[in-house]
Structure formats: structure tokens, C-alpha cells
């Protein structure tokens, strides 16, 4: 029997953390708390905590961050948000459409990481 629960935490290794902590808490509008890492922010994000990391590793050495793993962001508003992005110049991958999920849109943040945001 294993005692794994399941995800509780997630790390984005990103080129420039103060950067990507602008974007994620100016344009995308979320929350920053504490971080006892002097490396990283972290988002206040539900149900669990997005952080933000100084890259360990070469960026640069990959075409595509994240290649095969969407990160699915669920929000209240998704037409809105989509246009904020999209008027702070950000890359609309899919624009606003009905999904599965309800109203959802995909976006590139600044390291290149693909984001599914959706209504849920």
C-alpha cells in the first residue's frame, strides 16, 4: 500500500523570478505570500500553491518548456482575464470558447509555459 496523497504543490522553474512574479500577480491576478526561499515566489493559488523558482536547470536548452503538460487554471471569469492578458500583449494560444468545462482559453506566460484557464 502506498502513502502517496496526491499533488500538493507545484513549481514552475522560471529565466527571471521577479519577472514572472509581475505577470502572475500583476496581469493574471494572483496573490503573493510568504517564501522562505530566497529564489522563488510563491502564489496564494487553490486548492494548492503555484511557486515560482529560479531555474536549476538550462531553459534555454528545450524548444518548448513544459512540452506535454497543460497546468489547468480555474477562474471566474475566464472571457475577462482572457482579455486582460491579451491587452498586457500576452500569447492567446486558443482564444475564449465553450469547453468541457465551461468558458476556457489557453495562454503563454513569459518563460513559455502553456496555461488552460477555464470556468469550470
Known sequence: ????????????QVRDVERARRFYTE???????ESKVPTA????TEPIKIAL???????DSVTELGWGVVLWIKAKDPDG???????HG?????PPCDGFCGREFQFKDPDG????VYEG
Open 1 to 12: 500500500m502506498t502513502n502517496a496523497i496526491g499533488p500538493n504543490f507545484l513549481t514552475l
Open 53 to 59: 523558482r529560479q531555474a536549476t536547470v538550462d531553459l
Open 113 to 116: 509555459y502553456e496555461l488552460t
Open 81 to 87: 482575464l482572457a482579455k486582460t492578458v491579451a491587452d
Open 41 to 44: 515566489a510563491v502564489l496564494e
Open 27 to 33: 496581469v493574471v491576478g494572483f496573490k503573493e505570500t
Open 90 to 94: 500576452v500569447t492567446i494560444t486558443k
